[in-house]
């Protein structure tokens, strides 16, 4: 710290009382800077709201994500159901087409449920860290 200041060859008891306060107040800004470099470093409480910060933000974009795809699979159980059922004019075929198709419907339902049930649980749990 008590170098003279960058260019300077000069034996520092020679400077002038300007060159010296320049050379004070550049070694107080450098410190100041020191300083506050190790102050952000050590202030775990704002790095950590920042980190959590960036984790809500990532949760809530797979959250949207997931409710995306949970409607798609919706959208598309409700349309193999509706392809999939019966015409009231065909009634006679639309007994035997409902019989046959009944464990493909319920499984395709079923599915579609069961996948709404554990992206909502894994939003949720997401949620609650």
């Known amino acids: 710290m008590n170098t003279p200041p960058q260019g300077s060859s000069r034996d520092p008891s020679a400077l002038s009382a300007d060159e010296l306060r320049t050379q004070i107040q550049h070694t107080r800004d450098e410190l100041g ?8 470093k050590a202030d775990v409480k704002s790095r950590a709201k920042e980190t959590a910060a ?3 933000d990532k949760v809530g974009l797979k959250a949207g994500r997931a409710k995306e795809q949970v409607a798609a699979g919706a959208a598309a159980v409700g349309d193999t159901i509706r392809d999939k059922t019966p015409h009231p004019r065909h009634e006679h075929h639309a007994a035997h087409a409902a019989r046959d ?9 079923g599915a579609g449920v069961a996948l709404a049930l554990v992206l909502l649980m894994l939003v949720r749990h997401r949620r609650h860290r």
């Open 54 to 56: 960036g984790v809500k």
């Open 33 to 40: 800077e020191t300083v506050e470099a190790l102050a952000a």
């Open 101 to 109: 198709d009944n464990t493909k419907l319920l499984a395709g339902a």
